[in-house]
């Protein structure tokens, strides 16, 4: 190969790095990377000097213009990891996130061993489900989504990271549950409709089903409460993810429909994040 045309790994770093106009572009143009070459990243820096096949070049170039152009990564490579496990993402579900950490760990520490019964609400990509079915093989988890490719998705998932003590159901909310659960948790649509921020990054690229909720977005967080109150067991736990300034109409809401122990947790970043309550 003459050298004109020789693109090493270094070079390819640089120029995603270069060209990305985002505060994720170097972990982005790793990720891209990473794909086209189909190695861990752990290639990229014991490896910078090795060159890509033309073939390679060309594929990173075009996903390089669709991050460019603003896909999310995880729409790119069809992966995203969540917890500690890496999970099919399409773009008929919200991309996993960070933050949703959070609501995982508040679960973890509010019921042991079990045996549980624990229910995930609106589940997507199933990641919510799968990861609290990877620390407690114990519970029986049920997740449900109302859009059968999310369901269908979510069970890919269950079966990709072999967690058997999953079960997907498709309908909505509540309504595809049977018997009295431990615990529900759900990390629903609650951005309102005008939020700015659903202009900007991966949101645009995602479906606004999985995102804005009516009521200055409390809508799906008030329904999933009201049925909630026929599935929980008595002392039954609640937890909801929800926007930064949601904490304070979430607790009310919740009181309202006579919810115990309402309170609200803070994500590292001391944000509101999570609120949860129980049954009397
Ligand atoms: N936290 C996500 C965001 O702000 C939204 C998640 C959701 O609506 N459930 O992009």
Redesign the pocket.
């Known amino acids: 190969m003459p050298t004109e045309s020789a693109f090493s790994i270094q070079q390819a770093l640089a120029e995603g790095i270069n060209r990305i106009d985002s505060d994720s572009a170097r972990l982005d143009t790793e990720l891209l990377l990473c794909h086209v070459l189909g190695k861990p990243r752990s290639y990229l820096f014991t490896w910078p000097e090795r060159e890509l096949t033309a073939e390679q070049r060309q594929a990173f170039g075009e996903l390089l213009a669709r991050r460019i152009a603003g896909e999310p990564v995880a729409h790119l490579t069809g992966l995203r990891d969540f917890w500690t496990l890496t999970l099919e993402v399409t773009a008929d579900t919200?991309i996993p996130?960070p933050?949703t950490e959070t609501l995982v760990e508040a679960a973890l520490e509010r019921l042991g061993d079990g045996p549980y019964r624990v229910a995930d609400l609106g589940t997507g990509t199933g990641a919510i489900a799968l990861a609290l079915a990877s620390e407690r093989p114990r519970w029986q988890v049920i997740a449900t989504d109302r859009v059968p490719e999310a369901a269908e998705l979510a069970r890919r998932n269950r079966d990709r990271v072999e967690l058997h003590n999953v079960e997907v159901l498709t309908g909505s909310w509540c309504e595809p549950l049977g018997g009295l659960f431990d615990m529900i948790l759900s990390?629903?649509?609650?951005?309102d409709e005008h939020d700015p921020?659903l202009a900007e990054g991966d949101?645009r690229f995602e479906p606004r089903s999985?995102?804005v909720a009516d009521e200055s977005g409390l809508s799906d967080i008030r329904q999933i409460a009201e049925q909630a109150r026929n599935y929980l067991k008595p002392e039954g736990w609640l937890l909801f993810?929800h926007?930064y300034d949601q904490g304070e109409p979430v607790r009310a809401l919740l009181a309202g429909l006579g919810y115990a122990q309402v309170t609200t947790l803070n994500d590292l970043g001391g944000r509101a994040r999570v609120t949860l309550a129980r049954m009397p």
């Open positions: 919200l996130r933050d990390n629903p649509p609650y951005i921020h949101v999985a995102l993810e926007g």
